[in-house]
């Protein structure tokens, strides 16, 4: 147990709706990171944020958007959606915003979009 | 931009046999590099790093060297067990830029009794 938690585990939703993934760090990390993994894409870097504030940006389309609370919950909402959105979508936590290189995972919300 | 190379998998082998995974890297300046592990229905987990140079990473009977010469950082691991079944994946960390992984395709292992 990574000590990271992601909700839901599963969505199946279609294709033009909203959904919002929600994930809360290991008890007193302060980064959040959202990651995309797909089969034809890989697994790729999203978003990152710090103690609230955004600290870097990946390949995360204008449709997606992400913010970090106070409680350092993190939630990432996707818009819009179409097929190709369908993926595993992991959270990953760390103490700080250091160069460390180790990151501990959530199991990851996978959404369907039919 | 910064990439990671991993050779495809599926790898498929007999419990005991020896493992390599190989995998290289494009990057400017100087990474550090890693191998994290997802078991079926878990998340990542680090299984090693290595920060430099000749550097080399080894945890749970795995090992890799950080080969700046070849842009490489190939896993290895002597005798594999049925548990070792997982996909495995290299990253690469430029440094400054936080911790905002480059992930290679990942390499799916199968180990079979």
């Known amino acids: 147990d990574s000590g990271v938690t992601q909700t839901p585990k599963h969505l199946i939703t279609a294709t033009g709706q909203r959904v919002t993934l929600r994930c809360s760090p290991r008890s007193g990390d302060l980064s959040v990171y959202w990651y995309q993994q797909s089969l034809d894409q890989g697994l790729q870097f999203l978003i990152q944020y710090y103690n609230g504030e955004e600290r870097a940006k990946g390949n995360i389309l204008e449709r997606f958007s992400a913010q970090q609370f106070p409680d350092l919950h993190s939630e990432l909402n996707l818009s819009s959606l179409e097929l190709g959105d369908s993926a595993l979508y992991f959270c990953a936590s760390s103490l700080g915003q250091a160069n460390t290189g180790e990151l501990f995972f959530g199991e990851g919300s996978r959404l369907t979009v039919l | 931009g910064d990439s990671v190379t991993q050779m495809e998998g599926p790898v498929t082998l007999s419990e005991e046999a020896f493992l390599t995974i190989n995998c290289t890297y494009t990057?400017?300046?100087?990474?550090?590099l890693f191998w994290y592990v997802q078991y079926p229905g878990e998340g990542l987990q680090l299984l090693l790093k290595?920060?430099?140079?000749?550097d080399k990473g080894s945890n749970k009977g795995f090992e890799a060297t950080y080969r700046k010469e070849t842009t490489s950082f190939h896993l290895e691991k002597g005798s594999v067990q049925v548990s070792d079944s997982a996909v495995y994946f290299c990253?690469?960390?430029?440094?400054?830029?936080?911790?905002?992984?480059?992930f290679g395709g990942g390499t799916r292992l199968m180990v079979k009794p």
């Open positions: 990057a400017t300046g100087y990474p550090s």
């Open positions: 290595a920060t430099k140079a000749d």
């Open positions: 990253a690469l960390d430029r440094r400054n830029a936080g911790n905002m992984l480059t």
